[in-house]
């Protein structure tokens, strides 16, 4: 496509369930970031995938949040044991270099 | 690891009036700032970028400068017009590393 696709656009889910949240980005990208944005904030770092390889995974906030992109393309960021407050919009991004492209977001509500 | 901070938190002008926002880092590795606009229920949008190895860099109404030796760079926004209404983020990044966000501003243009 011609731009960074995520999907949903909205998830709401109940405390506890698991989520997946996926991104299609721009064919040809090499880089994939995550990043998550609370009301009011900027974009906080996640992850950043180099291919199929996660170059740093350092932003995740603990071992409930994983993200896999198995063939260098299509990434899933995954939530388990929802918190409420990891209720934010996921943004996902991509790149061939320094200059980023950013999908609309998933808004995540967790209740 | 790379710190970016942003002022002012909120911002607003006259129609046809300048707009400056500022950012700081504190890595001074990065090499790559670029600004985002970001409008309501959408991701955030590169709208200008500048390498390190540049003081200025112009396109149409918008301007940034980069001061390496103090580690500011900012935002100019000239004959400001409403659709300028958003919010504004600044960014600094080094190659193989994650894009790190400010804040955000939030710009109001009346009319």
């Known amino acids: 496509g011609a731009g960074v696709s995520q999907t949903p656009s909205n998830k709401v889910t109940e405390k506890g369930k698991y989520v997946e949240l996926r991104c299609d980005p721009i064919?040809?990208?090499?880089?994939l970031y995550w990043y998550r944005q609370s009301l009011g904030q900027g974009p906080e770092f996640l992850i950043y995938?180099?291919?199929?390889?996660?170059?740093?995974d350092s932003g995740l906030p603990n071992d409930r949040f994983f993200a896999v992109r198995p063939e260098g393309s299509v990434s899933t960021l995954k939530i388990q044991r929802t918190e409420r407050g990891d209720s934010a919009v996921y943004l996902c991004?991509?790149?061939?270099?320094?200059?980023?492209?950013f999908g609309s977001g998933t808004r995540l509500t967790v209740v | 690891g790379e710190n970016v901070e942003q002022h002012p938190s909120t911002l607003s002008v006259q129609e046809g009036d300048s707009a400056v926002i500022k950012c700081t880092y504190s890595?001074?590795?990065?090499?790559?700032f670029p600004w985002y606009k970001q409008e309501l229920g959408k991701g955030p949008q590169l709208i200008i970028d500048?390498?390190?190895?540049?003081g200025e860099k112009k396109d149409q109404r918008i301007a940034v400068t980069l001061n390496k030796t103090a580690k500011h760079f900012s935002l100019h926004i000239t004959e400001t017009q409403p659709e300028d209404s958003a919010v504004y983020f600044c960014?600094?990044?080094?190659?193989?590393?994650?894009?790190?966000f400010g804040k955000g501003t939030t710009l109001s243009v009346s009319s």
């Open positions: 064919s040809g990208h090499t880089a």
């Open positions: 500048i390498r390190s190895n540049v």
């Open positions: 960014a600094a990044h080094q190659a193989g590393t994650a894009l790190i």
């Open positions: 890595d001074s590795a990065s090499n790559y």
């Open positions: 991004a991509s790149s061939l270099g320094q200059e980023l492209t």
């Open positions: 995938f180099q291919g199929t390889g996660a170059a740093d």
